[in-house]
T-cell receptor, first 115, second 113 residues
Framework: DTEVTQTPKHLVMGMTNKKSLKCEQHMGHRAMYWYKQKAKKPPELMFVYSYEKLSINESVPSRFSPECPNSSLLNLHLHALQPEDSALYLC??????????????FGDGTRLSIL | SQKIEQNSEALNIQEGKTATLTCNYTNYSPAYLQWYRQDPGRGPVFLLLIRENEKEKRKERLKVTFDTTLKQSLFHITASQPADSATYLCALDELGGGFKTIFGAGTRLFVKA
């Protein structure tokens, strides 16, 4: 079992739907991340939250909207997605977001399919 | 920007042998480098972190080296087992707008019994 919990595990949605991905950690970590991973490709960073504030947005389209309601929770709101957005969405957390000595703990992801 | 190359897409070895995976990077030397394991349908799991001033790090059957002159890290699994079969990702920090971690494409390791 991982210490970062993501729900749902699988999600199928149409291009006009609105849905949300959820991520939770109780390790007291102050940095949380969203990654997108396509098959046989490395995880690609989308967003970084540090102390509940958005610190990095990797030029992600506005149809992806992150939210950090508190230090343990991270959401990714989805709206009007495209078929190419189908991927595994991974959440991760680390003690701090400063980079040094900061291994990341990943959840098992949400497998998203856009019809 | 930083670029990472893991030079083998797949590596097949016999059980009991040592697996050696390579990670090369371009541009500046990172302050640290990490290795992760990823199984199909699962998120990456952190294995080892090595800092720029460390030449070698060990954890049980795992060993990582870091050569900042060659801009290369080697990841070794000794006495490999079929359970070691997975994709292994190299990751390092990229400076710019706050540290962020970038991942190599990974090497798929198959250990045959």
């Amino acid at each position: 079992d991982t210490e970062v919990t993501q729900t749902p595990k699988h999600l199928v949605m149409g291009m006009t739907n609105k849905k949300s991905l959820k991520c939770e950690q109780h390790m007291g970590h102050r940095a949380m991340y969203w990654y997108k991973q396509k098959a046989k490709k490395p995880p690609e960073l989308m967003f970084v939250y540090s102390y509940e504030k958005l610190s990095i947005n990797e030029s992600v389209p506005s149809r992806f909207s992150p939210e950090c309601p508190n230090s343990s929770l991270l959401n990714l709101h989805l709206h009007a997605l495209q078929p190419e957005d189908s991927a595994l969405y991974l959440c991760a957390s680390s003690q701090e977001a400063t980079g040094y000595n900061q291994p990341q703990h990943f959840g098992d992801g949400t497998r998203l399919s856009i019809l | 920007s930083q670029k990472i190359e893991q030079n083998s897409e797949a590596l097949n070895i016999q059980e009991g042998k040592t697996a050696t995976l390579t990670c090369n990077y371009t541009n500046y030397s990172p302050a640290y480098l990490q290795w992760y394991r990823q199984d199909p349908g699962r998120g990456p799991v952190f294995l080892l972190l090595i800092r720029e001033n460390e030449k070698e790090k060990r954890k049980e059957r795992l060993k990582v080296t870091f050569d900042t002159t060659l801009k290369q890290s080697l990841f070794h699994i000794t006495a490999s087992q079929p359970a070691d079969s997975a994709t292994y990702l190299c990751a390092l920090d990229e400076l710019g707008g706050g540290f962020k971690t970038i991942f190599g494409a990974g090497t798929r390791l198959f250990v045959k019994a």
